[in-house]
Nanobody, 128 residues
Framework: EVQLVESGGGLAQAGGSLRLSCAAS????????IGWFRQAPGKEREGVSC????????YYKYSVKGRFTISSDNTKSTVYLQMNSLKPEDTAVYYC?????????????????????WGQGTQVTVSS
């Protein structure tokens, strides 16, 4: 059974940093892409970043490039999202999700419908 648990959200000042964690269980990283998504009040859920467990290649939404870094620690079965230079626009509930890869699937998809398992979300609030 695949389970994902996010943590690390909270309140930060503009320009500050937070590190989100996604603790995973029940699957082999090689077969999955792990993605971070966020949803702000009144807005659609959007992809932020993802990492392919097979080779640790990554993707970032353009607006977070240079500020956010996704990484994984396979010994801890955990994926991280280091968020630096935070802006008020980053305020949202952040979700970790797992995309089980079948033959022919894109490795770094940010299509919500491709993701099979979701965590409960963690709130990130950035004050101006």
């Amino acid at each position: 059974e695949v389970q994902l648990v996010e943590s690390g959200g909270g309140l930060a000042q503009a320009g500050g940093s937070l590190r989100l964690s996604c603790a995973a269980s029940g699957f082999t990283f090689d077969d999955y892409t792990i993605g971070w998504f966020r949803q702000a009040p009144g807005k659609e859920r959007e992809g932020v970043s993802c990492i392919y467990g097979g080779d640790n290649t990554t993707y970032y939404k353009y607006s977070v490039k240079g500020r956010f870094t996704i990484s994984s620690d396979n010994t801890k079965s955990t994926v991280y999202l280091q968020m630096n230079s935070l802006k008020p626009e980053d305020t949202a509930v952040y979700y970790c999700a797992a995309d089980y890869l079948m033959f022919g699937d894109l490795e770094l998809s940010m299509d919500l419908t491709d993701y099979d398992y979701w965590g409960q979300g963690t709130q990130v609030t950035v004050s101006s």
